[in-house]
């Protein structure tokens, strides 16, 4: 994943429909340890609530949704799906149900749901990122001397040089430009610059 989107605050709406009070609640979580603490503060705050449903969304396609006893599909899907049509990561979305006496059907849960769901994004900021991939070289003093004084592309970024008996250089760069980076220091150097994956990071995006 190159681009990365995902919520920096808690937002919430409340809506009646037929009676019945549904409120959303969003929130950024980094794991699911998270996910469960979000989850029992809901339950221990709204304890008289017929039903707590919810999706969410983590890293690597992480996912899950729940009705909590609502028809199958009816309550947490919905709410999964307004999370990926916003293309949102990081996030879980609960909403709350207090049952008005009147029956929805499957098709007004969903509508329900999904709109609860989608209420609740509404004036929270969405922070975006960039998916870049960070590796480490070591050069020769004079080879990094050489890297210096040449203009870099700007489809990579140095971010650390460590000089010990040789230079550690940390650069970042998107997955999909690695092999233009592999070929400019190839060139530079006139042999193969081993580059070593050291992790994956997020840089916002500005």
């Known amino acids: 994943m190159n681009f990365y989107k995902t919520i920096s605050s808690e937002n919430n709406a409340e809506l009646i429909i037929k009676k019945s009070k549904f409120i959303g609640i969003c929130a ?3 794991t699911k340890e998270q996910v469960q603490n979000f989850l029992d503060k809901l339950k221990s ?3 008289g609530a017929n039903h707590i449903c ?3 969304i983590l890293e690597k396609n992480d ?3 729940f009705d909590d006893n609502e028809p199958t599909g009816t309550a947490g899907l919905p709410i999964l799906n307004i999370i990926k049509k916003q293309q ?3 996030i879980i979305i609960a909403v709350i149900r207090y049952f008005g006496g009147i029956k929805l059907g499957a098709g007004g849960l969903i509508r329900a749901y999904g709109k609860t769901a989608s209420e609740s994004l509404k004036g929270v900021k969405i922070s975006e990122y960039i998916s870049m991939k960070e590796y480490q070289m070591q050069l020769s003093y004079d080879e990094a001397s050489s890297l210096d004084k040449i203009k870099q ?3 990579f970024e140095i971010t650390k040089k460590q000089y010990d008996e040789q230079v550690i250089v940390d650069l970042v760069v998107l997955e ?3 092999n ?3 070929e400019f220091l190839n060139n530079i150097f006139n042999k193969e610059v081993e580059l070593n994956f050291i992790k994956t990071i997020l840089k916002e995006k500005k």
């Open 28 to 30: 950024h979580v980094n």
């Open 45 to 47: 705050h709204y304890s």
């Open 54 to 56: 919810y999706g969410y």
């Open 63 to 65: 996912e899950k949704c």
């Open 88 to 90: 949102l990561n990081n």
């Open 153 to 155: 592309p700007d489809f």
């Open 176 to 178: 999909e430009n690695k």
């Open 180 to 182: 233009l980076l592999q």
